[in-house]
C-alpha cells in the first residue's frame, strides 16, 4: 500500500482460491470428507503503477492461481481485489466487462495463444472489435501502434502475416501487441519467455521492461529467480499457496531471511563457472496443498525448524536482519 | 596420448525432407571425451545438439544419411551402420532423452521397466535383475519397494531418476543425457543435476550434457561444445568459455542469459534468427547476427582452430590481427 494515503493500482488482500479434487467412488461411498486444493491460501501484496512484481515460486505454488484470481479468471473463494480503488472480487460479468480493457494477461506458450487462422492485424484488432473501440480506421492504425510497440517494426510488415510464419520470439510479440491495443493500465505476464530461446528472451523482457516506465503495472509470474533479478522492482516468493518473503528485488537476491527463499536461490544455476557455491538442496519435493500443516508450511523441509515452529502460522514481518523497510519474511526464526 | 573413450570426428547428419530438398542439420562437428569427464554441448533450439546424440546411439530415422566417425576406444562404431553401432548401445553408450520422464510405459511397473533392458542386452533376468533394479533405483534416491509401483505414483523428479536408473541398467560407460531436466522445477533440477554429478564420479561414467541452459552447463561440466547452425562455434574449458570466449556467438549467449548477481547489468538479446539448415550457408554462419563480423566473415567459411589450450573456435577474430573478442 501507498504510504502517502492514495491507493495503488492494485491491492489483493488475503486472497483465498480453493478447487474441490475427487476422492474417488470409494471415498464417496465410505463418506470420506470432501478434499480441496487450497491454490491460493491467504495473499496480500500491491502494486503500483510503473511497477514490475515478480511472483516467483516452483510449479503449485499457487503464482498462476493467484494472477488468474486478481483477473477474475477463476473464482475466488474469500479476500478481496481492489483495482483502482474499486472492489472487484464480486463484480458480476457485466461488471467486470468495462474493467477487463484495463487488465491484460500475456501467456507463456505463443505457439498456443495465438489462433493459426488468424492474420497478425486481426488477431490484435479482436479485441478492439469485442470492445466496441474506435472506427475502422482508427483501430487499423490502433494495430499499427501496438505492433511497433511490442518492437515489430515496420508494422506493415507483420500485419498481413500468419502466425506459423513468424519466429517464437515474434509470436510473443504479436501476443503483446494483442493486449497493449486496449491500452491496459496492468499487464500481468505469466512465465512470458519460458517458451522461448534465450538470446531472445531478452528482447522481449526489455519491451515489458519499457512499458512499465512509461506507467504500465506489470505482474510477472515466473519460476525464473534470474529473470526476476533482472527486471523486476519487487519480488515476492511464493511457497504452497503464500507468500513466504517479499521486498525490493536487491534485498530479496541479496539479503534473503526465509529459509526457503534461501535454498531456492542457491540452487539457481550462476553463469560464471567460478562461482559453484554449495548449492542447500532440500530433500524430497513440495507437498500437495491438499494437507497444508495449521502451522508453518514450510516446517517438514525446513532446515531451520525447531519445536515452536510447530505453534504457530507465522506471518509476513520485517525480519530482523533486513536492511529495507519494506522487506518481509513468514519466518519465526527470521 | 592415449586414446580418448569417444572421439566424434567430422560428424555430418542430413535429412531427405519430403519436399525434396536437404537439410543438412549436424556439419562436421568434432569433439572428445574422457573417462569420467563432464561435457557439455550447448546451443539453442535447432541447432543439432539432438540429432548429434542420436546419432552416436544409432538411433536416428531412417530419412537421415551420416558421415564422419563416432570412434568408442579408438574403434568407429559409425563404420557398418547398425551392425557395429547395436553392441555398443546401452551396453557402452546409453542415453536418457528429452522428455524420457513421459515416456514410461504406463501400464507396467517401473521395475519392471529397469529389468527389460537387462534381460534384452543378457545382463541379467529373474529375481537378479529385480534386485539389479532394485540397486539402481536405491542408487538414484528412490526406495526400492517403489519398483512395483507405477509411473503415474511417481512425480515428475521421480520419473526423471528412474529413467536415469533405466539408462545405468546395463552399465554404460557414457552416458547422453539430453535436456534432462527441462520440464523440472529449480529445485528438483538441483537434485538431479547432482544426482549425474554424483553418478560420473561414482561410476567413472563419461557425462555428455546437451542442454539449451548455459548456467547449468557452467555448473556441472568441466568442458562444453558451444553449437551454432550445426557446427561447433567453440569448444573450450567451461571456464575459458565463460572468461575468455573466442566466439562472438560464446560471449552473445552468455550475455543475453540473466544471472543473479549481476543485477545492474544489461541483458541483450542476439537480434535476427539462425539460418536456414536447408540451403547451403556462405561465409561464417553466425555473420548475419554477429556484432563484430568484417570483410572475409559472408564470403569466408571459417574453421575451427586451436586459439588456445584445448580450446577451439571457428572466427575469423582469431586469424586477424585486431584486438581480441572480449568478454
Redesign the interface.
Known amino acids: 500500500m501507498s504510504t502517502n494515503g492514495s491507493h495503488s493500482l492494485l491491492e489483493v488482500e488475503d486472497l483465498v482460491a480453493r478447487y474441490p479434487v475427487g476422492r474417488g467412488v470409494v471415498g464417496a461411498v465410505t463418506r470420506q470428507p470432501k478434499l480441496e486444493v487450497r491454490a491460493v491460501d491467504g495473499v496480500s501484496f500491491s502494486l503500483d503503477r510503473g511497477e514490475m512484481l515478480a511472483l516467483v515460486g516452483?510449479?503449485g505454488c499457487g503464482k498462476t492461481s493467484t494472477a488468474q484470481s486478481v483477473l477474475r479468471l477463476i473464482e475466488t473463494s474469500g479476500g478481496s481485489i481492489r483495482f483502482d480503488g474499486q472492489e472487484i472480487s464480486g463484480l458480476s460479468t457485466k461488471e467486470l466487462r468495462p474493467l477487463r480493457r484495463r487488465m491484460q494477461i500475456v501467456y507463456q506458450d505463443p505457439y498456443e495463444s495465438l489462433d493459426p487462422r488468424f492474420r497478425v492485424g486481426a488477431t490484435i484488432e479482436e479485441p478492439l472489435e469485442v470492445h466496441k473501440v474506435g472506427s475502422r480506421q482508427e483501430r487499423r492504425e490502433a494495430v499499427k501502434a501496438a505492433l511497433e510497440l511490442a518492437g515489430l517494426t515496420p508494422a506493415e510488415l507483420y500485419i498481413d502475416r500468419y502466425p506459423h510464419e513468424l519466429?517464437g520470439?515474434q509470436r510473443q510479440r504479436v501476443a503483446i501487441a494483442a493486449t497493449l491495443v486496449l491500452g491496459p493500465e496492468l499487464l500481468v505476464a505469466d512465465e512470458p519467455v519460458s517458451m522461448l530461446?534465450?538470446?531472445?528472451?531478452?528482447?522481449?523482457?526489455?519491451i515489458l521492461d519499457e512499458l512499465r516506465d512509461k506507467g504500465l503495472a506489470v505482474l510477472m509470474i515466473t519460476?525464473?529467480?534470474?529473470?526476476a533479478?533482472?527486471?523486476a522492482d519487487r519480488i515476492a516468493v511464493m511457497y504452497l499457496g503464500r507468500i513466504v518473503e517479499e521486498g525490493p528485488?536487491?534485498e530479496v537476491?541479496e539479503n534473503p531471511q526465509h529459509p526457503y527463499t534461501r535454498?531456492?536461490?542457491s540452487?539457481?544455476?550462476?553463469?560464471?563457472?567460478?562461482?559453484?557455491g554449495t548449492?542447500q538442496?532440500?530433500?524430497g519435493?513440495?507437498p500437495n496443498s491438499i494437507h497444508i500443516p495449521p502451522w508453518c508450511r514450510f516446517q517438514p523441509r525446513c532446515p531451520m525448524a525447531i519445536a515452536d515452529c510447530k505453534t504457530v502460522d507465522p506471518e509476513l514481518r520485517r525480519p530482523a536482519a533486513s536492511t529495507h523497510p519494506e522487506h518481509r519474511a513468514a519466518c519465526i526464526r527470521v | 596420448m592415449t586414446t580418448p573413450l569417444l572421439e566424434v570426428e567430422d560428424l555430418n547428419v542430413w535429412f531427405e525432407l519430403p519436399s525434396g530438398g536437404e537439410l543438412h542439420a549436424v556439419r562436421g562437428i568434432s569433439f572428445e571425451l574422457e573417462a569420467g569427464e563432464r561435457f557439455g554441448l550447448v546451443g539453442?533450439?535447432g541447432c543439432g545438439k539432438t540429432t548429434a546424440m542420436l546419432s552416436i546411439m544409432g538411433l536416428l530415422p531412417p530419412n537421415a544419411t551420416v558421415a564422419g566417425e563416432v570412434r568408442l576406444d579408438g574403434e568407429n562404431i559409425l563404420a557398418r551402420g547398425e551392425e557395429t553401432v547395436s553392441p555398443h548401445r546401452w551396453n557402452d553408450i546409453a542415453m536418457v532423452f528429452q522428455g524420457a520422464m513421459n515416456a514410461f510405459n504406463p501400464v507396467k511397473t517401473v521395475g519392471s521397466q529397469i529389468e527389460e533392458p537387462m534381460e534384452l542386452h543378457g545382463i541379467a533376468e529373474g529375481r537378479i535383475a529385480r534386485r539389479q533394479a532394485e540397486e539402481l533405483l536405491e542408487r538414484v534416491g528412490i526406495p526400492k519397494d517403489r519398483a512395483d509401483r507405477f509411473p503415474h505414483e511417481f512425480?515428475g523428479?521421480m520419473r526423471q531418476r528412474a529413467a536415469i536408473a533405466m539408462a545405468l541398467a546395463c552399465e554404460p560407460r557414457i552416458l547422453l543425457a539430453d535436456e534432462p531436466t527441462t520440464a523440472l522445477?529449480?529445485?528438483?533440477?538441483?537434485?538431479i543435476?547432482?544426482l549425474l554429478v554424483s553418478l560420473a564420479a561414482d561410476f567413472n561414467l563419461a557425462l555428455l550434457l546437451v542442454t539449451?541452459?548455459?548456467?547449468?552447463v557452467?555448473?556441472?561440466c568441466d568442458r562444453a561444445a558451444v553449437m551454432y547452425a550445426g557446427e561447433v562455434a567453440e569448444s573450450a574449458s567451461?571456464?575459458a568459455l565463460?572468461?575468455t570466449p573466442k566466439h562472438p556467438y560464446t560471449r552473445?549467449?552468455?550475455a543475453?542469459?540473466?544471472?543473479?548477481?549481476?543485477?545492474g547489468e544489461r541483458?541483450?538479446?542476439?537480434?535476427g534468427?539462425p539460418p536456414r539448415l536447408d540451403k547451403p550457408i556462405v561465409g561464417c554462419p553466425f555473420q548475419p547476427r554477429c556484432d563484430r563480423a568484417f570483410a572475409p566473415c559472408p564470403t569466408e567459411t571459417p574453421l575451427l582452430k586451436t586459439v588456445g589450450e584445448r580450446h577451439v573456435a571457428a572466427c575469423h577474430l582469431n586469424d586477424h590481427v585486431r584486438e581480441p573478442a572480449t568478454a
Open positions: 516452483e510449479s519466429s520470439g530461446d534465450v538470446s531472445v528472451r531478452a528482447g522481449i523482457l526489455s519460476h525464473d529467480l534470474s529473470t533479478a533482472h527486471y528485488t536487491r537476491i535454498a531456492l536461490l540452487v539457481v544455476p550462476k553463469r560464471d563457472p567460478r562461482e559453484r548449492p538442496i532440500l530433500r519435493e513440495t | 539453442e533450439s512425480s523428479g522445477d529449480v529445485m528438483v533440477q538441483a537434485q543435476l547432482e539449451h541452459d548455459l548456467p547449468i557452467a555448473q556441472v567451461i571456464d565463460f572468461h552473445l549467449l552468455f543475453a542469459t540473466p544471472d543473479l548477481r549481476a543485477g541483458v541483450a538479446s542476439i537480434p534468427a
